[in-house]
């Protein structure tokens, strides 16, 4: 079993920067595609960013894509999200998951961590 626990949410203002960091319990770590995600209640999930197993490959979603910059340390078996030039439209729960087979579902969840930007 896979425990994935997130951190580096907070308040800022929009403009500013925040990095959030996904730690990963479990040996296999290394080879799970991870991804990032976001949701605000009463919203559906929306995918952010996701990362291969070797961090080669990186995809963003359109919103992001030049703000935001996913990667990955193994040794530490951790991901990281840095979001920077942040907008209120980025408040949102954001989520960590890992996938077991690349390219399929996400078959772990972190409990998430809250992202708040002020205008």
């Known amino acids: 079993q896979v425990q994935l626990v997130e951190s580096g949410g907070g308040l800022v203002q929009a403009g500013n920067s925040l990095r959030l960091s996904c730690a990963a319990s479990?040996?296999?770590?290394?080879?799970?595609?991870m991804g990032w995600f976001r949701q605000a209640p009463g919203k559906e999930r929306e995918f952010v960013a996701a990362?291969?197993?070797?961090?080669?490959?990186?995809y963003y979603a359109s919103s992001v894509k030049g703000r935001f910059t996913i990667s990955r340390d193994n040794a530490k078996n951790t991901v990281y999200l840095q979001m920077n030039s942040l907008k209120p439209e980025d408040t949102d729960v954001y989520y960590c998951?890992?996938?077991?087979?690349?390219?399929?579902?996400?078959?772990?969840w972190g409990q998430g961590t809250q992202v708040t930007v002020s205008s």
């Open positions: 998951a890992g996938a077991v087979v690349p390219g399929g579902p996400y078959d772990y």
């Open positions: 479990g040996r296999t770590f290394s080879s799970y595609a």
């Open positions: 990362i291969s197993w070797s961090g080669g490959n990186t």
